[in-house]
C-alpha cells in the first residue's frame, strides 16, 4: 500500500524558518514534490525533485525554499526560510510513479501558518 505521510508543520512567523518531511513507502517513486492550496485559490506546485536529485521551484518560492530528498529513507524535505504570510496553507506531499508524467500519489497534507 503507497502511503505519503507529510509532518512538520505548523504555526511561525514572518521570517521564520520551518521544516516539512514527506515519508513515503510502498513503492519506488519517481519524481516528487510538494504542493500548497491557499484558501480559496488553487492548488499550486511550490517544488519538485527527481530522483536524481534535480530540483525545482516556484518563482513565489526560489530562492527562500529548498527540497531534497534520501532515496534510502524514501523521503522528501522542504526546508522553507524567510516565510511570508502568502505562504500559509495547506502543504502536499506528492510523487510519480519513475518515468511517471502525473503526481498519482498525494499525502494528506500539513498546515503551515505565517503569521504578520
Known amino acids: 500500500q503507497v502511503q505519503l505521510v507529510e509532518s512538520g508543520g505548523g504555526l511561525v512567523q514572518t521570517g521564520d524558518s520551518l521544516s516539512l518531511s514527506c515519508a513515503a513507502s510502498?513503492?519506488?517513486?519517481?519524481?516528487m514534490g510538494w504542493y500548497r492550496q491557499a484558501p480559496g485559490k488553487e492548488r499550486e506546485l511550490v517544488a519538485s525533485?527527481?530522483?536524481?536529485?534535480?530540483?525545482g521551484y516556484a518563482n513565489s518560492v526560489k530562492g527562500r525554499f529548498t527540497i531534497s530528498r534520501d532515496n534510502a529513507k524514501n523521503t522528501v524535505y522542504l526546508q522553507m526560510t524567510s516565510l511570508k504570510p502568502e505562504d500559509t496553507a495547506v502543504y502536499y506531499c506528492?510523487?510519480?510513479?519513475?518515468?511517471?508524467?502525473?503526481?498519482?500519489?498525494w499525502g494528506q497534507g500539513t498546515q503551515v501558518t505565517v503569521s504578520s
Open positions: 506528492a510523487a510519480k510513479f519513475v518515468g511517471g508524467v502525473l503526481y498519482r500519489y
Open positions: 510502498g513503492r519506488t517513486f519517481g519524481t
Open positions: 525533485i527527481s530522483s536524481e536529485g534535480t530540483p
